[in-house]
């Protein structure tokens, strides 16, 4: 007989039957009613050409061709729940895998520290590996593996048919000066933001930025005297200047305490913007990849509800 002639669901029956050796023990292992059962081995009697259980003393026996099959029906099941339950065999606290991430540095900021300080206390083995984001979102590495997760800077949560993403920090913006700046002394409106020079963080040399975009729906430009590709070195270059910068507002509360900056709410609309993890679908049944996401969903519902 060949294989796909035979429903494998019939298999599954015939072997909680052989343990069992009762039809209404079996068939509540396999969540089936007794009715359901017997139908079930009726089929399987006629599809094999044997009786395969007969009631001897009432305890259904298993007939020579039965006891035949059983060997090979068990070692079967047991090699496909095995291959069904390989994620079950992960675990963090004993786990030496290695995680990759790309990020850029703003992305690496505000998630690392905390992230490493829980994978640290629950996965003490686990080697974090974290390269430099070359493009947004790196999908051609997520699939071949060469990457497990990307750290995305977003202001519209992006769709993919194939990249899954998963927000864990929401943020707006704000525009830094220095400390006394002479032209802010009334503070900072439209016209006075127009008049300045500005600092553009542009992770990969864009050359219109979330500011750009939202100036241009007032048709409206700025002038950019400063360019660069870090959201942690653009604060030092106002310090000693009169350029203003527009920056993720946790970042500026941070340098706040420690240096002297004014903060100003910027004088035009700028939408606020996510922060998402990023891996692909391909990797996405992996138990690590689950247990990380999982990992990082707790981390941002504590950040949500912080005060």
């Avoid at 068939?27 to 007794?34: K, R, V």
């Avoid at 241009?216 to 400063?226: M, N, S, T, Y």
């Avoid at 910027?266 to 998402?276: F, K, R």
């Avoid at 990082?296 to 912080?306: A, G």
Wanted: some cysteine; overall charge neutral; proline content about 5%.
């Amino acid at each position: 007989m060949d294989l796909y002639q035979l429903d494998l669901n019939l298999l599954v029956l015939f072997d909680a039957l052989y343990r069992h050796r009762s039809v209404s023990a079996a068939a509540d292992e396999i969540c089936l009613s007794q009715s359901a059962f017997s139908h079930g081995l009726t089929r399987l009697r006629k599809r094999l050409g044997d009786e395969l259980f007969v009631r001897v003393n009432n305890v259904m026996t298993p007939t020579h061709r039965a006891q035949q099959l059983a060997k090979s029906v068990g070692q079967a099941l047991e090699i496909l729940h095995g291959g069904i339950n390989t994620n079950s065999g992960f675990s963090p606290e004993h786990s030496e895998l290695e995680l990759t991430f790309a990020a850029t540095d703003y992305t690496q900021y505000s998630l690392l520290p905390r992230l490493i300080g829980k994978i640290n206390e629950l996965a003490p083995k686990i080697k974090i590996t974290v390269y430099s984001a070359d493009n947004k979102i790196p999908t051609e590495k997520l699939i071949t593996g060469e990457l497990d997760f990307a750290l995305g800077f977003s202001h519209e949560i992006e769709d993919s048919s194939t990249v899954i993403q998963q927000t864990w920090l929401e943020d707006s913006y704000c525009t830094i000066a220095r400390k006394n700046h002479p032209a802010l002394k009334q503070g900072l409106d439209l016209a006075s933001f127009l008049s300045l020079s500005h600092v553009r963080i542009s992770p990969w040399g864009e050359k219109l930025g979330v500011v750009d975009l939202a100036l241009a729906k007032l048709q409206k430009k700025r002038h950019v005297a400063l360019q660069l590709t870090s959201v942690l070195a653009a604060p030092y270059t106002i310090l000693h200047s009169d350029l203003l910068l527009t920056l993720p507002r946790l970042v500026a509360e941070q340098m706040l305490q420690h240096r002297d900056i004014d903060i100003f709410p910027p004088p035009l609309s700028v939408p606020d913007y996510q922060l998402n993890l990023y891996y692909h679908k391909l990797n996405a049944g992996k138990a690590s990849h689950q247990w990380l996401s999982a990992l990082i969903r707790e981390l941002h519902e504590k950040t949500q509800v912080s005060p």
